[in-house]
């Protein structure tokens, strides 16, 4: 038996160049909005820093084109700190596999990612 799971390269983007950060961060979102072919999901979607991955994998099987990861009171379970986004190595790391009941070979096509901190 074979894995159905294909799964994309990691994309890592960083440098998202963010002004007005607060000195204490409460919450990171991050917003994707893609073509998942009615069968692309989330296998990775985590914050990066110092090319390491931090925080919990906020990954999920939902289809949806537009998706909203954390919020304004969500650090993903990292200690996040104001240096730390100012730092060019802050951003996300973001891999898509196969639904895992709907096997096929389409590819994701991402419009944009945003990052917001508070």
């Known amino acids: 038996v074979n894995d159905r799971k294909t799964k994309t390269y990691y994309l890592h983007l960083t440098n998202f ?5 607060p000195e204490i961060i409460s919450g990171v979102e991050v917003i994707i909005a893609m073509n998942r072919k009615g069968r692309i999901t989330d296998e990775t979607i985590r914050l990066r820093y110092n090319d390491e991955f931090i ?4 990954a999920d099987f939902k289809l949806d084109q537009t998706k909203i990861y954390g919020s304004d009171t969500d650090t ?10 100012l730092d ?7 891999r898509f596999q196969s639904h895992p009941n709907w096997p096929h070979k389409d590819t994701p096509v991402i419009d944009y990612v945003k990052l917001r901190v508070w």
Do not use: C, K, P, Y
């Open 17 to 21: 160049r963010l002004n007005n950060v």
């Open 88 to 94: 060019s190595s802050f951003g996300v790391g973001i």
């Open 76 to 85: 993903w379970d990292a200690d996040i700190t104001q240096e730390m986004v």
């Open 55 to 58: 925080g919990h994998n906020r």
